[in-house]
């Protein structure tokens, strides 16, 4: 695993993140019009989201950005978002999404950072596993964040 | 898309299905101890967990039975668990998992009848898009429901 690099912090998503998450996304894809009142609605359901049968506050979804300290912008964002199963005992698995890396910070280590923070805040929260898709340009990379090929993703699009 | 055969009904789980769910998903993967009362409770947590931002009562997750309506029979299983994003302007998406036939009901097409059911909940919903991961092997299936395939599943295991 890498820690942060020096200038660099990891913490959860909040409102004045807007600007920042909202251009780091549409490298990855449609952002569409999303109001910073939208976004914060979004937030805020977000934080209600809470895992069964705990004390601590644990949340499904859980996503952090990494900031340049000393400017405070949003170098990269990606979610991990937990789901409650029956199977494997009631288990939980995390999904991994929503990955993007504002181009103006590339070349730092920073995705790989943000997958091994996501996936280590998966295991912390109970996960029997941590998924994700991808395109197949991209495994190369999940493989050298301690990933492996699981399965096909398959899609219908309304 | 299918309709549901004559003698069969698709609803909400229950707590009744404790016993044919189990037995259905234990031919998808380990389901381990699971008791009835941890059962009822996961149901009980998944209906608390609704969509944002509705007065339908829209939940996140729904998990549906095929039932055999002369017995009460648990013939099928399956999740559609709608995850609310930034990307698509605040948009969802459906995450189908944890499909499971029992074993006495195949041949009836009750997996696509299900699959159907699911794919139509998700668009009812509001999802831009329905998603799932499955083995190389059930491909050919998945496209038969009107599914294609979209990239690759990775995974680590804690
Ligand atoms: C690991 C990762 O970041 N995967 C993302 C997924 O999380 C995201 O939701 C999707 C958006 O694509 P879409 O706009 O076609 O739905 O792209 C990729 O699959
Ligand atoms: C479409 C479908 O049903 N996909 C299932 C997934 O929903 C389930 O959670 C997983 C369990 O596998 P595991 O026991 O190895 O986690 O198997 C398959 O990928």
Redesign the pocket.
């Known amino acids: 695993t890498n820690s942060t690099p020096a200038g660099f912090e990891i913490r959860r998503i909040e409102s004045r993140d807007f600007a920042g998450v909202t251009t780091a996304l549409s490298g990855?894809?449609?952002v569409g019009d999303l109001s910073q009142s939208q976004f914060d609605d979004i937030l805020a359901y977000w934080d209600t989201q809470l895992l069964p049968g705990r004390t601590d506050g644990a949340r499904s979804y859980n996503t952090s950005v990494i900031i340049e300290s000393a400017t405070g912008r949003v170098a990269a964002v990606?979610?991990v978002f937990v789901e409650k199963k029956l199977i494997h005992a009631g288990g939980l698995v995390g999904?991994?999404?929503?990955?993007?890396v504002n181009p103006d910070f590339r070349g730092k280590q920073l995705g790989k950072v943000l997958?091994n923070h996501l996936s280590a805040l998966g295991a912390s929260l109970g996960c029997y596993k941590v998924i994700?898709?991808?395109?197949e340009k991209?495994v190369g990379f999940?493989e050298k964040c301690g990933y492996s090929r699981a399965g096909v993703?398959m899609?219908v699009?309304m």
Do not use: K, M, P, S
């Open positions: 990855l894809t449609t990606g979610t999904h991994i999404e929503d990955i993007a997958i994700l898709d991808c395109d991209n999940y993703e899609q699009r």
